[in-house]
């Protein structure tokens, strides 16, 4: 574009010079000046697309120089377009090797990619550090479901025995003795003394005193089996404390046979139950001999007094 405005600059010229030369005879001083303000239009209308390609920056350093003023500074957008348009290549030409980009242009990176270093976290592992403080303690979390049922395990080593309850506690209580000496009455009451002795739980009938002695209260069961004496009265009552509560009578006959009686009493704790022999006033007695047990005195506990 350039080449072709300087032929025609050159064109311009040799027309105007051979014009000047021609006509100038036959014209005055005035025909002249006007025919030289001619060509001078025609040059700077020639001319102008020429000037026009002359940078900006140049017009205004002239400008500068003429006047000795410092211009204005250009606005940021006309900066930008100038730099864009000086760095801007032609047509013809091809890309150059190292130019200027804007960060705004699209397509192109404002610096080339670089691969990062990368480190290797291992071979900078140091030494083991010391064991920190013991944190606070959590909040207890939500209880877990049972687990399944463990196995068996061996088989302890058995107790030593433990100290015997009270024998008020007991609910169970029984005798059953005997007696194998005849006895025959006098002028006062005798107690019978049983020298057999059968059953005797926890050892509640005193075999010394002949009496049954009450740790267990409740309801209880008493009979007294005795054998009679030939041609003699027998005569006997069950005792509860100093209370005579029944009788066992016989009167005399020609032969012994056997004789009973049998009750039941509530006793309390600590209540005593035994046979007593009524004294003489007529000839009193009860049978019995060593080779056979022909007396028996039994009682048992039926229900605890503490059962509905």
């Known amino acids: 574009m350039i080449f072709i405005s300087f032929i025609i600059i050159i064109i311009f010229i040799i027309i105007i010079m051979m014009l000047a030369t021609g006509p100038r005879r036959k014209m005055g001083s005035r025909g002249q000046g006007l025919l030289l303000a001619y060509y001078c239009l025609l040059l700077a209308f020639a001319s102008g697309p020429v000037l026009s390609r002359v940078p900006h920056v140049q017009g205004e350093q002239q400008e500068w120089e003429g006047t000795e ?6 606005d940021h957008a006309e900066r930008a377009e100038e730099q864009h348009e000086k760095y801007r290549p032609s047509q013809d030409e091809g890309l150059p090797v190292s130019r200027c980009l804007r960060c705004c242009d699209p397509g192109t990176s404002m610096y080339p990619a670089t691969a990062v270093p990368q480190i290797n976290i291992t071979i900078l592992k140091g030494e083991k550090g010391d064991r920190g403080d013991r944190g606070l303690q959590g909040k207890y979390g939500k209880t877990g479901s049972a687990g399944a049922r463990g196995h068996t395990g061996p088989k302890g080593q058995k107790g030593s025995m433990g100290a015997p309850g009270e024998r ?38 005193n075999m010394f005193t002949g009496k049954f002695y009450c740790y267990v209260p409740g309801i209880y069961f008493f009979s007294l089996n005795v054998h009679t004496w030939n041609q003699k009265e027998t005569y006997l009552h069950i005792m509860k404390n100093e209370e005579e509560v029944v009788i066992l009578f016989a009167q005399v006959g020609d032969r012994s046979i056997m004789q009973s009686q049998s009750l039941m009493l509530e006793l309390r704790e600590q209540d005593q139950v035994w046979v007593r022999l009524y004294k003489g006033e007529r000839e009193n007695a009860i049978f019995s001999e060593e080779l056979d047990t022909y007396i028996t005195f039994s009682g048992y506990l039926v229900k605890h007094a503490t059962e509905p």
């Open 69 to 74: 003023e410092l211009p204005s500074p250009p």
């Open 168 to 205: 008020c506690k007991s609910h169970y209580a029984a005798f059953s003795v005997g007696r194998k000496k005849p006895m025959h009455s006098n002028h006062y009451y005798q107690t019978v003394i049983f020298d057999t002795e059968f059953v005797n739980l926890y050892s509640h009938f």
